[in-house]
């Protein structure tokens, strides 16, 4: 099992920027990429960045140049930069946990955090 706790989303006029945070706990080890999700009202929920254990990283084409996925292993907590925020960023972010155990995948998520980007 593993318990994901995210902080940081609030409200912010366009053009502005936003850190979320995520901490993870629990079977720590069976982590093999931690990401970024978003819901949007209306909307299905998508990618936005990922993370491997190796520090590798992914980004969708919307959010690249603008967010950055960052990881401290030593707090167990992976991080979202967001810059440049734009309105079309509103939505509920939520941290995922991809972890394999004994060969079966499992993924956890988050609670979500409310990002909302005024015009």
């Known amino acids: 099992q593993v318990q994901l706790v995210e902080s940081g989303g609030g409200l912010v006029q366009a053009g502005g920027s936003l850190r979320l945070s995520c901490a993870a706990s629990g079977s720590i080890f069976s982590i093999s990429a931690l990401g970024w999700y978003r819901q949007a009202p209306g909307k299905q929920r998508e990618l936005v960045a990922t993370?491997?254990?190796?520090?590798?990283?992914n980004y969708v084409d919307f959010v690249k140049g603008r967010f950055t996925i960052s990881r401290d292993n030593a707090k167990n907590t992976v991080y979202l930069q967001m810059n440049s925020l734009k309105p079309e960023d509103t939505a509920v972010y939520y941290c995922n946990a991809a972890t394999v155990v004994a060969g079966i995948g499992v993924n956890y998520w988050g609670q979500g955090t409310q990002v909302t980007v005024s015009s």
């Open positions: 993370i491997t254990s190796g520090g590798s990283t």
